[in-house]
């Protein structure tokens, strides 16, 4: 029996702030009381579902969140970068297979620590290096640098073609709108019973207040993990 | 000479996120080293110039929003309630009567201190009190609430509607949409002869950090002014 209050994350590496929750939510799953549980789900369903529109379509919006991002990405200590395309990274491209593969990686492993790594090497990929997510290459290459041999990757790369997958995709998607989600990241805190849903990577302050916990600010330990 | 970073927030009573960001940056202007110039604004004119649409149209992005207020509004100690019809207060009755009426405010105040208390009337009479913010008696109710006498703001109503207060309220309005704006409120603060523009009332740690400052929380005194 534990008391750790459950906190949900539910996320997809095409999305930026996405990256800056998750390393922070990483960060403090050793700092608070809490069990985070990473729920990866796909963006693009969850804006059909929800009638969101990309925030990005608006150019003063699209400005801000470039400079925005940079300073955060910065604060954060989160080596984001915008890829020479970003709407094509986003849009076409996209991040269906990517996830389906976290999925497959998170079906296989005995717990969250896989998912961790391998999601930070996508969103790397994507996020900062400029580099492809949508080819089985490219998620090999993902899954290796997080630790992976060759035969799990072979192995993963049929799993996420199955359609246990795809229909796990779609149901962790379908939670998260169930749950209220227009976007990502979409951050379930469960209190007393009662899930308690923060949109964004702006709302941290106002979680550990929710929780009982203390905010720290983004990086809370002094040696961060190297990025 | 004054070494204080001067720190622009502009601002519309008809936003309620922006009466966040208000109360922390009055709370503020005491506590860090800045000089705060209250820059009244049209909303309206600035969503129209950037060809933004209202967050709330998406059903699941307004059912959080007001989970979102409410919960913010009690963290940040400000007594904001939704009016009984959101979108008949904002987007019907509006507030350019509201903004040309502050406008008219700050041009007759020696200082900023008549425009924020008047600004705050207002913001309680949509934001908290369901009440109207459109006609002369509205505005005439805030006013002296906020201290003034009924001479005062017959002179002032009159003021409201010259073509000197309509052209001021339009030419903030495009200062905004020049710094990049696409929503209220936009902190514009001057850092090494820089403008660097937030938006949002959830960018203060970071506002703090770009200026040098620190971030305390949203009530960084012991004894907050009574609202």
Request: glycine share 8%.
């Amino acid at each position: 029996m534990s008391s750790k209050k459950v906190v949900e994350l539910f996320f997809d590496v095409v999305s930026p702030y996405t990256w800056l929750a998750f390393e922070v939510m990483c960060r403090y799953r050793n700092v608070w009381n809490i069990e985070l549980k990473l729920r990866p789900g796909f963006l693009g369903g969850v804006m059909q579902g929800s009638g969101n529109k990309p925030p990005g379509l608006v150019p003063n919006k699209f400005l801000y969140m470039t400079k925005d991002m940079e300073r955060l990405a910065q604060f954060f200590e989160v080596p984001l970068k915008a890829p020479s395309n970003p709407f094509e990274a986003m849009f076409e491209k996209g991040s269906l297979s990517a996830m389906r593969f976290v999925v497959a990686v998170q079906g296989q492993a005995k717990d969250d620590k896989q998912v961790e790594l391998v999601s930070r090497e996508l969103w790397r990929r994507i996020w900062s290096q400029d580099k492809d997510i949508t080819t089985p290459e490219s998620l090999s290459e993902a899954a290796m640098k997080a630790g992976m041999s060759a035969s799990e990757v072979g192995e993963l790369l049929r799993l996420s073609s199955t359609k246990e997958i795809k229909d796990k995709l779609k149901s962790t998607t379908q939670e998260a709108l169930d749950h209220g989600a227009f976007g990502f990241p979409l951050i379930v805190c469960h209190v007393d019973g009662k899930p308690e849903p923060f949109f964004g990577s702006d709302r941290f302050e106002l979680m550990a207040h929710c929780i009982g916990e203390k905010w720290l600010g983004p990086q809370p330990k002094q040696s961060p993990a190297k990025l």
